[in-house]
């Protein structure tokens, strides 16, 4: 995607919306997952097709507090990384989790296909996406629109938290920061509150 035309990022308000949208959906909890690791989690499409059981949970099979996202999961040597898990993300994996059953096993991918049992590629996930988005009017939005919305949330809260842009490079799994910064929106309203401040 060039700079000149990047995905839109979601305000909290139209991530509730597709949150609502996805309820109505056939597969909501499975769905509501998708979504949430990509704007809570800021997964590309390929590590969200990837992504395995194993890579959330310990070695007893408890759910872990971190996403451990491998490096062949991602962008082959590097890319991997460890994603602390966000509350809301994490109540929705348990939800999919108690609906698998036995079918949430360590070696088992976490996204599967309608019927369960098989999983679904990078392409498919960013399909998906695409329908979801161009179902709810939303022009602009791809599945790069939950990483950049990521990316730009967690640059503008990060400094607060005692962080820097080089902890946020380290949750997209870039690697440089140059790449991290070309994913934040910028903010009018933040530009003109620190310009009235000096």
Not at 69 to 91: F, Y
Not at 98 to 105: D, I, K, P, R, V
Not at 164 to 185: C, F, N
Request: net charge positive.
């Amino acid at each position: 995607m060039s700079l000149t035309k990047q995905a839109k990022t979601f305000t909290p308000t139209i991530e509730r919306l597709v949150l609502k949208h996805l309820t109505e959906t056939r597969y909501p909890i499975r769905n509501r997952v998708i979504f949430l690791l990509s704007v809570k989690a800021g997964l590309r499409a390929k590590e969200i097709a990837h992504l395995r059981w194993g890579m959330l949970t310990d070695a007893e099979g408890n759910l872990s507090e971190a996403l451990n996202v491998c490096n062949s999961a991602s962008k082959g040597r590097q890319g991997g990384r460890v994603i602390p898990m966000n509350k809301e993300l994490r109540t929705a994996i348990m939800a999919w989790r108690s609906e698998l059953g036995n079918l949430a096993t360590p070696d088992r991918v976490v996204i599967t296909s309608e019927r369960g049992n098989s999983p679904m590629s990078a392409t498919t996930i960013t399909n998906w996406f695409f329908k979801l988005y161009r179902t709810m009017g939303l022009d602009g939005c791809s599945s790069h629109s939950g990483r950049r919305t990521f990316a730009t949330r967690a640059a503008r809260t990060i400094v607060g938290v005692g962080g820097s842009l080089k902890d946020v490079q380290e949750l997209m799994g870039h690697a440089s920061l140059a790449m991290t910064q070309r994913y934040i929106q910028g903010s009018e309203d933040a530009k003109r509150r620190v310009v009235d401040a000096i």
